[in-house]
């Protein structure tokens, strides 16, 4: 997990918040500020090949616009009321199951790791969403092991409605993916009807 660094827009760290992982590689950092009357911003860090950093910023206020505005409603449906922490795996699957065309629009602009190895992917927009809806109060997340093989143990995102929920109530990816009699790692079944982001070679 990366330190606090100052926020890209009001250029202060006395209201970061403690980063969270995405899962394609990026650190997402939330600051609470103001920012005079335009609210919390986030933005992810992406570490680059040549040892120096890509920023991506999007701004939590935005609603009706933005990379990750179509993102916001549909996933503040995908929780339960007295629900469980949902491992960031279940969240994506369950974005698909309740909003499958806004899924297939962000893999087919930015890629998922379920096609091969790749950073600033669908899975980082949809990181981005939750913390810009955590900006706001309306979820709680916490960084925990990941159980399913695509993410080889690392750290990961958990997403909850209520953040007084225990953090032993987890329905995680690998109890997801038993439930549906499917197994850990990414399957043909996944990636049907999904399109993968074209692979740009240089900038």
């Not at 994506?92 to 602009?109: D, G, I, Q, S, W």
């Not at 600033?120 to 939750?130: E, H, K, P």
């Not at 997340?141 to 958990?158: A, E, L, N, Q, Y």
Request: charged residues 20%; glycine residues 10%; contains cysteine.
């Amino acid at each position: 997990m990366a330190d606090f660094m100052f926020c890209t827009n009001c250029q202060d760290d006395a209201q970061m918040q403690l980063p969270m992982s995405a899962p394609d590689g990026g650190v997402i950092h939330t600051c609470l500020d103001d920012h005079g009357g335009t609210g919390p911003w986030v933005f992810t860090v992406y570490p680059a090949i040549e040892s120096t950093r890509i920023v991506r910023r999007t701004a939590a206020r935005v609603e009706n616009g933005g990379v990750t505005a179509d993102l916001l409603e549909p996933l503040s449906q995908v929780f339960e009321v007295g629900g469980p922490w949902l491992e960031f795996g279940v969240v994506e699957a369950r974005l698909r199951e309740r909003a499958p065309e806004v899924f297939a629009k962000h893999v087919a602009e930015a890629g998922h790791t379920m096609f091969g190895p790749t950073s600033n992917t669908a899975s980082g927009r949809i990181a981005m969403a939750l913390s810009a809806l955590r900006a706001r109060g309306k979820v709680a997340g916490f960084v925990g092991k990941s159980t399913g093989t695509p993410w080889r143990g690392r750290t990961i995102s958990h997403w909850c409605l209520d953040g007084n929920t225990p953090r032993t109530e987890v329905l995680s990816w690998v109890q997801h993916r038993e439930a549906l009699g499917l197994s850990e790692d990414w399957t043909d079944e996944d990636r049907a009807g999904l399109t993968p982001a074209a692979v740009t070679v240089g900038v």
